[in-house]
């Protein structure tokens, strides 16, 4: 058995890119954020081999339980860990992966938890503001939309951009490049593999497929260039300050009952930032700062804003929402949640009376954005662009 050495109670605060994760939290055999932690701090030594086994036996604990696929500037978790040696932060660093950091290793009192000492969570959720573009005419929720909320509907630059891409699109069919793509084409690509296509009727297949391909492409780069209007900016941050204050969120979760009190959550202010360009694709930032969430709370949140914006609902129906009606509330994706950090104002103040150090990462903001824009912002931005995320997402919605 080896030389027993000290366990101090720390805070280890963290940052990481959740794409290729299961979540935060430990969920073996899942590839998982807490689960690559414990196996770096037992590579440096900070945990023994004597609890090497179980995270338990350290009591590991953390602030926020982040869902697969979720980031975090930075996220706290509290443990018993070896830290007397020297430079154990830059050791533990080094046996992690380049989109998990730690920031900060900080010695807390021996009452302090995570979860309870938290006072509240701060959220970030990128988006492009090509979502927000209304349903296309003569789509299932257009034509409800026009049905019921004639009135209500939003008339700014969007209210036209479906005519004008059909238009560009037009014109795309009149090109040289399209034209030159005929049904008697010799490169078939995968068609040629497909054998439920007889052998004759494969040029055509070939043709009509990199046909398709090209004006879905045109689609999604024509909504990359749309630019969303200070109207329907401003409608959206009206949206959003229906959440502030203290409502039932149970249809915004799941497994939970209007008549529980947990239902119940603090939302301190939720708004939308100026929009910015990334490589030519228009984003913006919806911020929520809240006492606390539920699982899937923060995304179907910003799936009603979704759905309020598309169909040009007056706005005091999100009210029916928070009462005991069960209302059915998609979730937007995960790709663009990420936690910005938890707060513990209340247990900063009494550590440092006990004299302890307040959990702070001010010091450490131009280090964390730095990570932030290239290992979350920079992947999610190319991951939007690659899989088209949200376009997928928004072609979905429209059962609802």
């Known amino acids: 058995k080896e030389d027993r ?3 101090r109670k720390v805070a280890c605060m963290i940052g990481y890119c959740g794409t290729g994760y299961s979540g935060m939290q430990f969920n073996t055999p899942q590839k998982t954020i807490e689960g690559t932690l414990f196996a770096a701090f037992v590579k ?18 953390r602030a926020a339980r982040t869902d697969k696929g979720v980031h975090a500037a930075c ?7 070896i830290v007397e040696e020297a430079g154990m932060l830059d050791k533990i660093n080094s046996c992690l992966p380049a989109e998990i950091r730690l920031w900060k290793i900080v010695r807390t009192m021996n009452s302090f938890n ?23 005419p003569g789509d299932a929720l257009s034509d409800r939309a026009h049905e019921f909320n004639q009135n209500t509907l939003l008339k700014d630059s969007a209210s036209t951009f479906w005519a004008e891409l059909d238009a560009h699109l037009q014109q795309l069919r009149q090109s040289e490049a399209y034209c030159r793509i005929t049904d008697d084409t010799t490169d078939l690509g995968n068609i040629a593999l497909d054998r439920s296509i007889p052998d004759e009727e494969k040029p055509a297949a070939a043709a009509k497929m990199k046909r398709e391909k090209m004006l879905r492409e045109a689609v999604h780069a024509y909504k990359r260039a749309y630019r969303i209007s200070p109207e329907r900016l401003t409608a959206i941050r009206q949206t959003l300050a229906i ?14 009952e209007f008549k529980q009190a947990s239902s119940k959550r603090v939302i301190r202010s939720f708004d939308a930032s100026e929009p910015f360009l990334i490589d030519g694709t228009e984003w913006f930032s919806l911020k929520i700062h809240g006492q606390s969430f539920m699982l899937h709370q923060i995304r179907k949140m910003v799936a009603m804003v979704m759905l309020v914006m598309l169909s040009g609902c007056p706005l005091d129906r999100m009210q029916k929402t928070f009462g005991p009606t069960k209302v059915n509330i998609p979730k937007a994706p995960s790709l663009g949640l990420l936690l910005e ?7 900063g103040l ?3 009376e006990n004299g302890k150090e307040a959990l702070n990462v001010d010091d450490m903001a131009d280090e964390m954005q730095s990570f932030k824009h290239k290992y979350i912002y920079d992947k999610l931005y190319a991951e939007e662009i ?11 919605i429209e059962g609802f």
Do not use: M, W
Request: aromatic letters at 12%.
């Open 75 to 81: 996220n706290v978790i509290s443990l018993k860990l």
């Open 243 to 256: 959440y502030e204050g203290t409502k039932n969120f149970h249809n915004y979760t799941i497994g939970q």
């Open 386 to 396: 690659s899989e088209n995320t949200f376009f997928t997402y928004l072609g979905g």
């Open 5 to 7: 050495k000290p366990k």
């Open 44 to 61: 440096a030594g900070a945990i023994s081999a004597d609890n090497a086994n179980d995270p338990k036996k350290v009591s590991l604990l």
């Open 350 to 352: 009494r550590a440092i």
């Open 341 to 347: 950090r938890p707060v513990f104002e209340q247990y």
């Open 114 to 136: 995570p979860r309870t000492s938290c006072d509240s969570r701060r959220y970030e959720y990128l988006i492009p503001t090509s979502v927000f573009i209304p349903s296309r």
